[in-house]
């Protein structure tokens, strides 16, 4: 026969301070009965450490977010609501179901399993989110359960990769970064298909949309960004899809197998590649932009020209400056019509025309967002036990969309969940290259440069080079490179160390391999 297992009365919740605890006896155990605000915590009162009855005396208080009492012997500090022992888990002790009811604290006689490993849950199975895993586990091993939600079906996968993928020119098993056997062999816990939806930052627990709860110590959101969606009429008809996922990408590759025509919405960086990978599936594509320039965050005018004349001689169009103002049809999208008055026919439209962080899930459990969820230099909210990383951050008034800073965040992060955090993440330099075959294309920085400022220009009509390198103070602040991008690895390298590039003038538009010093 099972044993049953009760609830006793230990005391009045009145006979507990704030604040404080008491000891109880319990079918011959000490418990120690803590109060902190109206919350009940139930612990062995027994110090493993001191190997005294005396945890009932010790001081209450809060470490990164966590209840704990300090042993009055050895000041070790036990989480209250899981009996860790936070500076050695071996010495952990056990904690006890609580409940107030009728005015009166009562105590469960089965403790709660015992924990000696925190809980780490990762609302976001992508690149951000998984490389703090992936940091995290190198440092310490497996220092925390973890259970990760992720939105998508798919395993984590490098996003970076999803225009060749759409161009034909790799398989989705050539982008997995992490496949399913990761997570078994390292012991996560992994919810595929199955985003979060809500987070209960008193009880610390997180439900996604299958019901399924799962408590933390820590959490991390990385909860990525989401495209932007023009508000015009039209914009939900059959053959309008975004570029932001596999699901995006499938949807483009079964419409270029039926269909001819398409639009693409943007011509920043992702619009061009996608636009590319859809000529290359043997579409006509005409790429669509509000302003005379593509790439304008990333490139001047000059390397802007070039790169579109590039593009042209591939084969696409381009209408711009140009404003969206209907997406045209009936039972799929037929044109796509302009503020001009003129129409494009399509069967197909991508929005790429930008993204915005992802912070409806932290807004609705109260987390502090602007643009993006707020974080400091160690990628935590104000809620110490909430980490945010990756493109739903907002550090230092800044949003990034880039993996390289992406990755920056993700380790600092790690380091701090692993509590060996020194670092710190104090923002990044940008830089960008195009993911288009045949066309080399780099820029970093300020590229354009203000009035204290300078531009060294180097341009080859005939092999088709262009170079700009802005200097300021005798340092290099920016650069944008078309045609040869060698040395955009060198440049950034100059620019994030602040180099002095005087002795360097005369010779940096040509490159490390003439400007360096023999």
């Given at each position: 026969?099972?044993?049953?297992?009760?609830?006793?009365?230990?005391?009045?919740?009145?006979?507990?301070?704030?604040?404080?605890?008491?000891?109880?006896?319990?079918?011959?155990?000490?418990?120690?009965?803590?109060?902190?605000g109206d919350a009940i915590y139930a612990l062995d009162n027994y110090d493993p450490h001191s190997e005294a009855n005396v945890l009932s005396r010790g001081l209450v208080g809060d470490i990164n977010g966590e209840p704990v009492v300090a042993s009055p012997v050895y000041k070790h500090h036990f989480n209250l609501a899981t009996g860790r022992c936070i500076e050695d888990a071996n010495y952990s002790v056990r904690a006890w179901p609580t409940r107030v009811s009728d005015g009166k604290i009562w105590i469960k006689t089965q403790p709660l399993r015992k924990t000696t490993r925190r809980r780490l849950v990762v609302i976001g199975n992508g690149m951000a989110g998984m490389k703090v895993v992936e940091e995290l586990l190198g440092i310490s091993g497996q220092p925390y359960d973890i259970t990760v939600f992720g939105a998508e079906p798919v395993p984590n996968y490098n996003r970076i990769l999803l225009s060749p993928l759409l161009a034909g020119e790799k398989r989705f098993d050539d982008i997995v970064l992490n496949p399913i056997q990761w997570y078994r062999d390292n012991g996560v816990t992994l919810h595929l298909g199955d985003p979060a939806v809500a987070i209960d930052r008193v009880r610390r627990r997180v439900r996604s949309r299958n019901g399924i709860e799962a408590e933390y110590d820590r959490l991390l959101l990385a909860t990525g960004s989401n495209p932007i969606v023009l508000p015009v009429p039209g914009k939900e008809l059959p053959g309008v899809v975004t570029f932001r996922d596999l699901q995006d990408v499938n949807t483009m590759l079964e419409a270029a197998r039926t269909h001819k025509k398409a639009v693409v919405i943007g011509g920043g960086l992702l619009g061009l590649e996608a636009a590319n990978a859809l000529l290359k599936q043997g579409m006509q594509v005409t790429v669509v932009h509000l302003l005379e320039t593509l790439m304008e965050r990333q490139l001047d005018p000059v390397a802007a020209q070039l790169l579109k004349q590039s593009l042209e001689?591939?084969?696409?169009?381009?209408?711009?400056?140009?404003?969206?103002?209907?997406?045209?049809?009936?039972?799929?999208?037929?044109?796509?019509?302009?503020?001009?008055?003129?129409?494009?026919?399509?069967?197909?439209?991508?929005?790429?025309a930008g993204i915005r962080p992802n912070t409806e899930l932290a807004r609705a459990a109260g987390l502090r967002c602007d643009r993006g969820v707020l974080v400091n230099d160690t990628m935590q909210t104000f809620d110490p036990c909430v980490y945010a990383v990756g493109e739903c951050v907002q550090h230092r008034n800044n949003t990034?969309?880039?993996?390289a800073p992406l990755y920056e965040q993700a380790s600092v992060c790690a380091t701090h969940l692993a509590e060996h955090?020194?670092?710190?993440?104090?923002?990044?330099?940008?830089?960008?290259?195009?993911?288009?075959?045949?066309?080399?294309?780099?820029?970093?920085?300020?590229?354009?440069?203000?009035?204290?400022?300078?531009?060294?220009?180097?341009?080859?009509?005939?092999?088709?080079?262009?170079?700009?390198?802005?200097?300021?103070?005798?340092?290099?602040?920016?650069?944008?490179?078309?045609?040869?991008?060698?040395?955009?690895?060198w440049y950034c390298e100059l620019m994030n160390e602040g180099r002095d590039v005087g002795p360097l003038r005369d010779k940096l538009i040509f490159g490390e391999a003439v400007a360096r010093p023999q």
């Amino acid at each position: 026969m099972k044993p049953t297992h009760t609830w006793s009365s230990v005391c009045s919740f009145e006979d507990v301070l704030p604040n404080s605890g008491v000891a109880a006896l319990i079918d011959g155990r000490q418990i120690a009965v803590f109060r902190v605000g109206d919350a009940i915590y139930a612990l062995d009162n027994y110090d493993p450490h001191s190997e005294a009855n005396v945890l009932s005396r010790g001081l209450v208080g809060d470490i990164n977010g966590e209840p704990v009492v300090a042993s009055p012997v050895y000041k070790h500090h036990f989480n209250l609501a899981t009996g860790r022992c936070i500076e050695d888990a071996n010495y952990s002790v056990r904690a006890w179901p609580t409940r107030v009811s009728d005015g009166k604290i009562w105590i469960k006689t089965q403790p709660l399993r015992k924990t000696t490993r925190r809980r780490l849950v990762v609302i976001g199975n992508g690149m951000a989110g998984m490389k703090v895993v992936e940091e995290l586990l190198g440092i310490s091993g497996q220092p925390y359960d973890i259970t990760v939600f992720g939105a998508e079906p798919v395993p984590n996968y490098n996003r970076i990769l999803l225009s060749p993928l759409l161009a034909g020119e790799k398989r989705f098993d050539d982008i997995v970064l992490n496949p399913i056997q990761w997570y078994r062999d390292n012991g996560v816990t992994l919810h595929l298909g199955d985003p979060a939806v809500a987070i209960d930052r008193v009880r610390r627990r997180v439900r996604s949309r299958n019901g399924i709860e799962a408590e933390y110590d820590r959490l991390l959101l990385a909860t990525g960004s989401n495209p932007i969606v023009l508000p015009v009429p039209g914009k939900e008809l059959p053959g309008v899809v975004t570029f932001r996922d596999l699901q995006d990408v499938n949807t483009m590759l079964e419409a270029a197998r039926t269909h001819k025509k398409a639009v693409v919405i943007g011509g920043g960086l992702l619009g061009l590649e996608a636009a590319n990978a859809l000529l290359k599936q043997g579409m006509q594509v005409t790429v669509v932009h509000l302003l005379e320039t593509l790439m304008e965050r990333q490139l001047d005018p000059v390397a802007a020209q070039l790169l579109k004349q590039s593009l042209e001689k591939r084969g696409l169009q381009f209408h711009m400056p140009a404003k969206t103002t209907a997406i045209l049809g009936m039972d799929r999208v037929r044109a796509v019509q302009f503020a001009d008055g003129t129409l494009i026919e399509a069967d197909l439209v991508v929005m790429a025309a930008g993204i915005r962080p992802n912070t409806e899930l932290a807004r609705a459990a109260g987390l502090r967002c602007d643009r993006g969820v707020l974080v400091n230099d160690t990628m935590q909210t104000f809620d110490p036990c909430v980490y945010a990383v990756g493109e739903c951050v907002q550090h230092r008034n800044n949003t990034y969309g880039l993996v390289a800073p992406l990755y920056e965040q993700a380790s600092v992060c790690a380091t701090h969940l692993a509590e060996h955090g020194v670092g710190r993440y104090r923002g990044s330099m940008l830089s960008t290259h195009l993911k288009v075959t045949g066309i080399d294309l780099f820029s970093a920085g300020d590229f354009l440069g203000g009035p204290g400022s300078e531009a060294l220009v180097l341009r080859d009509s005939k092999r088709g080079i262009y170079k700009r390198i802005v200097i300021e103070n005798n340092k290099v602040r920016g650069a944008v490179l078309y045609g040869d991008t060698r040395d955009g690895a060198w440049y950034c390298e100059l620019m994030n160390e602040g180099r002095d590039v005087g002795p360097l003038r005369d010779k940096l538009i040509f490159g490390e391999a003439v400007a360096r010093p023999q």
